[in-house]
């Protein structure tokens, strides 16, 4: 089934410098799946931080980046010098375009913590 | 402001017992969703809906029910609930239509304890 993988359950960073999560997807019955980042601050709910739709296509919000990279079947989320408001679980997902209402997956969550 | 909340946020409920977590939207999607989140895993979908008085299973059904009475509330029961059923439970919602037809818009989560 189609699934996505990141291996970091938490990172820790200094504030200021960079930062890399890393997001791995299997899409087997879907030929280009749209990916996802979102964002869940502490006692919130998760929220969009960026999208794209495109293979070869970068994605950037709030300073972060990511690109969809269909050879490595990769979309890892990097920012070049974090703040200690960057401190929040990131969820990667990935959806299926044709069937986009009700099918998405998402990996298990990337805890960020940023200390001074 | 907040476009999806959920009630209650944290319950503590009894094995073999009934509890039902709401969810309300104000986005004015059609599509609606639940989750469960537990340590080690991914969200998973357990039900949705696309329209009114109407729900679908998701990849994760058993032991949960869904309703749908209206647009904005989407409701998710547990007749029985056990043990196994202790996790985070994310509402959702998505237009299912336009460019950002796939983007979820999610409540804060419920926390569930079943003891």
């Known amino acids: 089934g189609d699934s996505v993988t990141q291996t970091e359950g938490q990172v820790t960073v200094s504030e200021s410098k960079s930062l890399i999560i890393n997001c791995t997807y299997s899409?087997?019955?879907?030929?280009?799946?749209?990916l996802f980042w979102y964002v869940r601050y502490p006692g919130e709910g998760l929220q969009l931080l960026l999208k794209?739709?495109?293979?070869?296509q970068k994605g950037s919000s709030r300073g972060f980046e990511a690109t969809y990279n269909k050879e490595t079947t990769s979309f890892h989320l990097q920012k070049a010098s974090v703040q200690e408001s960057d401190s929040a679980v990131y969820y990667c997902a990935l959806s299926d375009p044709l069937n986009s209402g009700t099918y998405q997956r998402f990996g298990t969550g990337t805890k960020l913590q940023v200390v001074p | 402001e907040a476009a999806v909340t959920q009630s209650p946020r944290s319950k503590v409920a009894v094995t073999g017992g009934k509890v039902t977590l709401s969810c309300h939207q104000t986005?004015?999607?059609?599509?609606m969703y639940w989750y469960r989140q537990d340590t080690g895993h991914g969200l998973r979908l357990i039900h949705y809906?696309?329209?009114?008085?109407?729900?679908e299973k998701g990849d994760i059904p058993d032991g949960y029910k869904a309703s749908r009475p209206s647009q904005e509330n989407f409701s998710l029961i547990l007749e029985l609930a056990s043990l196994s059923q202790t996790a985070v439970y994310f509402c959702?919602?998505?237009?299912?239509?336009?460019?950002?037809?796939?983007?979820?818009?999610f409540g804060p989560g419920t926390r569930l304890l079943v003891l």
């Open positions: 959702a919602s998505s237009p299912g239509l336009g460019l950002n037809q796939d983007t979820q818009y």
């Open positions: 899409a087997t019955s879907i030929a280009y799946p749209n």
């Open positions: 809906s696309y329209v009114a008085d109407s729900t």
């Open positions: 986005n004015n999607h059609d599509y």
């Open positions: 794209v739709i495109t293979a070869g």
